[in-house]
Nanobody
Framework: VQLQASGGGLVQAGGSLRLSCAASGFTLDYSGIGWFRQAPGKEREGVSCISWSGGSAYYADSVKGRFTISRDNAKNTVYLQMNSLKPEDTAVYYC??????????????????????WGEGTQVTVSS
């Protein structure tokens, strides 16, 4: 089982990045994927999540309207398109998966959701 996150980098404020989370080794049919981030000295926060089957997507208020989560079933990959990036978006971004969604999987529950698998983080740095 593996989650591979990629796509981070250094970008100026107002720029864009697309993060990818490629999943392998488990069936995604009933899964949920979440993106989290953690900035230095801050708690990890849930950024966005999507259920694989229904495609319902949720966003933290801080990124709503700027970030878009999507999935590619054929590639077992979830993307996080990040536009209009701000310096406060600077953090290590992680993707995580829950193999079977059994309780509500929304931005409100994401932070404390029992995720089954975690990918290694990818650094996003936004310069002002």
């Amino acid at each position: 089982v593996q989650l591979q996150a990629s796509g981070g980098g250094l970008v100026q404020a107002g720029g864009s990045l697309r993060l990818s989370c490629a999943a392998s080794g488990f069936t995604l049919d009933y899964s949920g994927i979440g993106w989290f981030r953690q900035a230095p000295g801050k708690e990890r926060e849930g950024v966005s999540c999507i259920s694989w089957s229904g495609g319902s997507a949720y966003y933290a208020d801080s990124v709503k309207g700027r970030f878009t989560i999507s999935r590619d079933n054929a590639k077992n990959t979830v993307y996080l398109q990040m536009n209009s990036l701000k310096p406060e978006d600077t953090a290590v971004y992680y993707c995580a998966a829950v193999e079977v969604i059994s309780t509500p999987f929304t931005i409100a529950t994401l932070k404390d959701y029992g995720m089954d698998y975690w990918g290694e983080g990818t650094q996003v740095t936004v310069s002002s």
